[in-house]
């Protein structure tokens, strides 16, 4: 049980630090002399552009930043919480409040990677003057991560709501 214990610790941190490094890293879109992501836009590796108000489709890319960041926030609560339940739980009773935080936090990543997936190229075209030079990408670690981070997330929120606390 000390080994099952450990395996779920770990592939708990695992996601979230996934979670951060997609949140946070910069490179959800990337080429030879640009990378992109929910945050800025740099080119040459050294221009770069804080995405703002004045960005066209703001509200989709605030979205993605969004549920990235409560995805990120709500599998550090899952964990938390897992954590007060170890040791307040009864014997024999499962972990199902930390399984529908992480669930959530699982709902969350897709829908900011779906989101990112499905307005990409819409976001690149409105703002051509950011864009211009990015049109040869591919999709970077970052975004791959995130997708990643859903699939772990999954599964360890179906994982707590397996597990029952034993002696």
Not at 12 to 20: G, K, Q
Request: with cysteine; glycine share 2%; aromatic share 14%.
């Amino acid at each position: 049980m000390l080994v099952l214990l450990a395996f779920i610790i770990v592939f708990h941190i695992t996601s979230a630090a996934l979670l951060f490094i997609a949140t946070i890293d910069n490179a959800w879109w990337v080429g030879e002399e640009f990378f992109v992501d929910i945050w800025r836009v740099c080119v040459n590796n050294t221009n770069c552009t804080e995405i703002d108000d004045s960005f066209q489709e703001f509200s989709t890319i605030q979205a993605v930043q969004a549920t990235m960041i409560l995805s990120t926030i709500l599998s550090c609560i899952a964990f938390l919480i897992f954590v007060l339940q170890l040791f307040r739980l009864k014997q024999g009773e499962r972990f199902v409040l930390t399984s529908i935080i992480q669930l959530m936090a699982c709902l969350c990543v897709m829908i900011a990677a779906s989101i990112y997936t499905d307005r990409r190229e819409d976001i690149h075209k409105n703002n051509w003057r950011l864009y211009s030079q990015t049109s040869d990408g591919t999709y970077g670690y970052s975004y791959i991560l995130a997708w990643v981070a859903f699939a772990f997330t999954f599964i360890s929120g179906l994982m707590y709501l397996i597990l029952r606390k034993r002696k």
